[in-house]
Antibody, heavy 120, light 108 residues
Framework: EVQLVESGGGLVKPGGSLRLSCVGS????????MTWIRQAPGKGLEWVCT????????YYADSVKGRFTVSRDNVRDSFHLQMNGLRADDSAIYYC?????????????WGHGTLVTVSS | SYVVTQPPSVSVAPGQTATFPCVAD??????VKWYQQKPGQAPVLVIY???GRPSGIPERFAGSNSGDTATLTISRVEAGDEADYFC???????????FGGGTKLTVL
């Protein structure tokens, strides 16, 4: 069974940093691009970034470029989101997602989400 | 930037058909995915590649895509279908994933 489990969310002050992690299981982790998607309270889904299986290519939304850094560790079947310079509008549930069966940009598996709150 | 537009809400009575448009420039040239999200839960893929249905998704869920509009249709709507529905595409030029703003389905 495919599982994605996030961790690392919490309360942080504006300008602060936080590192999210997502561990995958039940599939060949290194063969799949992995993605972070966030959802602000009461709002829609917003794509944050995607990292390809080999880490050769990384793509960021304009809203986080230069502040967030995604990386992965295919030995530990995990990938991470380093968030620096956090702002109030970064407050959201952050989901890790993967396209396992229908292509890497079709998210058929999601984690449960981890809540990030940026507030003083 | 590529913008995908969805109406904020749709309301239907049980047993009727709910239609969710997803509008964007030449979206018919892209593969559209649809997600259902119930309160407090992660999204669930209900349609892939315009009209594909993952295992476990009822046949009542159907998708189509042509021109500037992709459409999710739910036939014989049930109370349990009440949720937010998001369309999503991949903009290959920028390799960005783009979501529509979502449509909230209310079952009357």
């Amino acid at each position: 069974e495919v599982q994605l489990v996030e961790s690392g969310g919490g309360l942080v002050k504006p300008g602060g940093s936080l590192r999210l992690s997502c561990v995958g299981s039940g599939f060949v982790f290194s063969s799949h691009d992995m993605t972070w998607i966030r959802q602000a309270p009461g709002k829609g889904l917003e794509w944050v970034c995607t990292i390809t299986g080999s880490s050769a290519f990384i793509y960021y939304a304009d809203s986080v470029k230069g502040r967030f850094t995604v990386s992965r560790d295919n030995v530990r079947d995990s990938f991470h989101l380093q968030m620096n310079g956090l702002r109030a509008d970064d407050s959201a549930i952050y989901y890790c997602a993967g396209g396992i069966k229908f292509g890497d940009r079709t998210f058929d598996h999601w984690g449960h989400g981890t809540l990030v709150t940026v507030s003083s | 930037s590529y913008v995908v537009t969805q109406p904020p809400s749709v309301s239907v009575a049980p047993g009727q058909t709910a239609t969710f448009p997803c509008v964007a420039d030449n979206i018919g040239n892209k593969n559209v995915k649809w997600y259902q999200q119930k309160p407090g839960q992660a999204p669930v893929l209900v349609i892939y590649d315009d009209s594909g249905r993952p295992s476990g998704i009822p046949e009542r869920f159907a998708g189509s895509n042509s021109g500037d509009t992709a459409t999710l249709t739910i036939s014989r709507v049930e109370a349990g279908d009440e949720a937010d529905y998001f369309c999503q595409v991949w903009h290959s030029i920028t390799d960005h994933v783009i979501f529509g703003g979502g449509t909230k389905l209310t079952v009357l």
